[in-house]
């Protein structure tokens, strides 16, 4: 949680004058996202969130996403909607950082998600996947399988410390994904994301998706292993059967998985732990001690790649086939 | 910046139980503040701040924060407006911290004032004393003159690791002002740190002041002085005298410096830097040096107490008497 570029009345003023917003009402920084800085943006036209995108965001990619959040807004998903300038464009510059403004959507994160919020997020999951079929960018996922080697070896030396033989058990199960991983399942656009954190809800109904920042063109149900993995199990670690039955529940009711898919699942969750885990072992090693943001903790997708390595089938995961 | 205490969504519902605001639409943690953790909270009865109080303040003066806070908007001041629950209190507890509710005020802080903006800053002060005048509440000043000598023994031992010499420099400030601070001045509810952070435009209207919880009963002209410090200097430490000038013009368009007063000026501001100064140094000598929240720089407040010692009369500030 974070503003990392302080955005001064000239600079908003300047950045705004290409807009068709009004004045300005309110600006405040928001203490949510950790790669960019992110203000609540009030004018006369009404609620919106300004982005400045900061060093981790490749500049080169953000058409991709801004794309991708137009189309599929277009398409019906709750998602936020990139506010064009009198230019046409949706992406500018703000501080020296490119900068975006989006809609501003309703709803609060659900720090402890129900079975009926697990078969909503599935069923939103479904929607993303089917509007974003028609969208015509291309991003490859750069921390997929091909990417994990390198971040293990960024981890390698000092995994251990984390906790004793965590280097073996990566490198095998390095060497079992590299052999084992799916090929030829459907593909598209993927949110690659969909944490609790990215997912609004007021009261019990879902109103939104956010945080497209991750997004890529990936293997499906990859996408659906990594939001199985982010919500149906529960703070200590035990997989709640009836969220993950509702979750599947959700997600097929919008998009039937197919018998590969249904198959080649377990491999995919415990792909899509084991990129969590490397990623939280690389930041987790990488953080002073002292600091006063804590990165999460790598062990508790170590935890769920270790869970997964145990399931026969996605039968056990709630997947009724 | 910080958000220190997350809320869940229970936590919320059991606390805005007590409230007549309808469904929560929107929450969202606040970048701003350093006390305290702020959220922006939207529901069907408007739009509001959740504040939940951290361990440094006293919960003993929320009473005192909030009353103030009311009687002041109920005098026409634009400042927050603590919401009332269900059973007349403006005071809760959320996951385990005491919280209120507050109006949302529009607008946005300055991050470089206008001499408009300093004329509206004095105004707005003197509205702020003025309105203040009737409340019944009285809280001591816990970082006034008495409490200088205990903040500077926190931070004496290492003050020239800082700048060499700024132990004995802050040792004769202490002294000279032990014996030259004006007795006998009205006094009155301050707001004592009403710095640009915590006074919002709309464009180039004042549209309310915000952070009362410095706030206490002291010498109506020393909160003046603390108040030119913070907006009548530039970035490169020079005072702007125009600046001055705009500021108590503003000032005494609504209430007058007494004689006393204008004559024990330079003193207050001598005070009102040395004050910053020693509250900047003792967190700048307890922060690691690695943290990722900076704090500010005390000799941005020796060099104001430098200038101030050269100043022979309010005159040269701006004070036309």
Redesign the interface.
């Known amino acids: ?3 990392y570029t ?1 955005v ?3 600079d ?1 003023a300047s950045f705004l004058g290409d807009y068709d917003l009004g ?10 996202g950790v790669e960019n800085s992110n203000y ?1 943006l ?1 004018a006369d036209a009404g609620y919106f969130i300004l982005t400045l995108y900061e060093k981790r965001v490749d500049e080169r990619d953000l058409p991709f996403f801004l794309g991708l959040m137009e189309h599929l807004s277009g398409h019906g998903l709750n998602c936020p909607q990139p506010v064009r300038n009198r230019h046409g464009g949706a992406l500018g510059r703000i501080a020296g950082r490119p900068a975006a403004i989006v809609t ?1 959507l ?3 994160w ?3 998600p129900s079975v009926r919020c697990c078969a909503a997020v599935g069923e939103a999951l479904g929607n993303l996947h089917r509007a974003g079929a028609g969208f015509a960018g291309y991003r490859p996922n750069a921390l997929g399988l091909e990417a994990w080697p390198a971040l293990f070896d960024e981890a390698r030396a000092r995994a251990d410390e984390v906790r004793p033989g965590l280097a073996a058990e990566i490198a095998k199960e390095l060497a079992y994904l590299a052999e084992s991983w799916p090929r030829d399942l459907p593909e598209g656009v993927i949110h690659a994301d969909l944490f609790p954190d990215n997912v ?1 809800f ?2 019990d109904e879902l109103s939104g998706l956010i945080d497209f920042y991750f997004a890529c063109t990936d293997e499906l149900s990859y996408d659906v292993a990594i939001c199985l993995n982010a919500w149906c199990f529960e703070s200590d670690g035990s997989f709640n059967t009836a969220k993950g039955l509702a979750f599947f529940s959700g997600y097929e009711s919008v998009r039937k998985l197919t018998g590969a898919e249904a198959r080649a699942f377990v491999v995919l969750a415990r792909g899509a732990a084991l990129r969590f885990a490397l990623t939280r072992l690389v930041d987790w090693l990488n953080v ?1 001690a ?4 804590h990165p999460k903790d790598p062990l508790e997708y170590v935890g769920k790649l270790c869970f997964h390595q145990q399931t026969g089938s996605a039968r056990e995961l709630g997947l009724l086939r």
């Open positions: 949680m974070a503003v302080e001064n009345e000239a908003l004045h300005v009402l309110a600006l405040k920084g928001i203490a949510e609540f009030h501003f309703e709803g609060m659900r720090r402890s609004l007021v009261g002073p002292v600091a006063l943001v």
